[in-house]
């Protein structure tokens, strides 16, 4: 594979200070594209994601901060990225956080957290990244949900809800967008080591493990490498759809 395939172009991915996020910025960088490496709260690990670009790929990196929750952070974000580098052409809508309990025990605040950081925060980065798109008549869009979107899970109403809205906003965008040539896809970890997982005990691991296929958790850097085909060229003639990436745990 070419790992110019992206150079020239600049990509936004929201939560990028570990986990997946990060796995997504180096492996776009990796293929040459001009990163910007969002976070809320850790600046030393958004800081250290950047250096590590600087370092292997010797990529233009950006490191900033916005809690995508925020409208206005959002729209400051942008107005740095389009000051810096006049443009925008791929979105990884990854930062996600999840607060999971049972439904008659949630609190409101939990409920609106979870929603405001997966459901407006993707529509916040998607309306500007979009508005930018439309004049470029380019882009990508690239969702990160997750099977429990698909399949729901006790104790995650609110996520589960987060991640079949994400599903339902990609298709509709991507109907939007079609006529333009600008794709929306999403993609759906399952079980991803990460730290996210981490709060599992070791008893909920291993019985999550004997319900999937390949026995194993994912990596972050095998969501990165869907992602990269998605925002690639490599990816041509595809729109609003949701590729699985969990070791056979939901098979469509
Ligand atoms: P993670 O390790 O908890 O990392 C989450 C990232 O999102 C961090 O960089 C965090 O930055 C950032 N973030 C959280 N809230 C934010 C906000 N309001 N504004 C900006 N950034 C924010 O999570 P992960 O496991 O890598 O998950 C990434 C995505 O994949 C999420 O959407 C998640 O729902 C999805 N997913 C994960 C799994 C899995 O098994 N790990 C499975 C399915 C789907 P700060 O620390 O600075 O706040």
């Not at 800081?47 to 729209?75: G, H, M, N, W």
């Not at 740095?80 to 930062?95: F, R, S």
């Not at 869907?226 to 060229?233: K, M, P, R, T």
Request: aromatic letters at 6%; hydrophobic letters at 40%.
């Amino acid at each position: 594979m070419t790992e110019t395939e992206l150079t020239g172009r600049v990509a936004l991915i929201t939560g990028a200070s570990r986990g997946i996020g990060r796995a997504c910025a180096l492996r776009l960088a990796e293929a040459g594209a001009s990163v910007v490496v969002n976070y809320r709260q850790g600046a030393a690990e958004a800081e250290a994601v950047c250096a590590e670009i600087k370092e292997r790929f010797q990529t233009p990196t950006l490191c900033i901060q916005a809690d995508i929750s925020v409208y206005e952070q959002v729209e400051q974000m942008f107005q740095q990225i389009l000051t810096q580098w006049q443009g925008l052409d791929i979105l990884v809508n990854n930062a996600g956080i999840h607060r999971d309990g049972l439904l008659a025990r949630m609190s409101h605040q939990d409920w609106d957290d979870v929603l405001s950081t997966n459901l407006n925060g993707l529509f916040y980065c998607s309306k500007l990244a979009t508005k930018q798109m439309l004049k470029q008549k380019s882009g990508r869009l690239v969702n990160i949900t997750s099977v429990v979107g698909q399949t729901g899970n006790a104790g995650q109403t609110n996520y589960a809800a987060s991640k079949a809205g994400v599903i339902g906003f990609t298709k509709s965008l991507a109907r939007e967008l079609a006529p333009r040539q600008i794709a929306v896809n999403a993609v759906a970890p399952g079980f991803i080591e990460s730290e996210m997982t981490e709060s599992l005990s070791e008893t909920q691991r291993q019985e999550n493990i004997k319900k999937i296929p390949y026995a194993r958790f994912g990596r972050c850097s095998e969501v990165a490498e869907v992602v990269l085909f998605l925002a690639s060229d490599r990816c041509q003639y595809m729109t609003g759809q949701t590729l699985n990436l969990d070791g056979g745990l939901v098979m469509n």
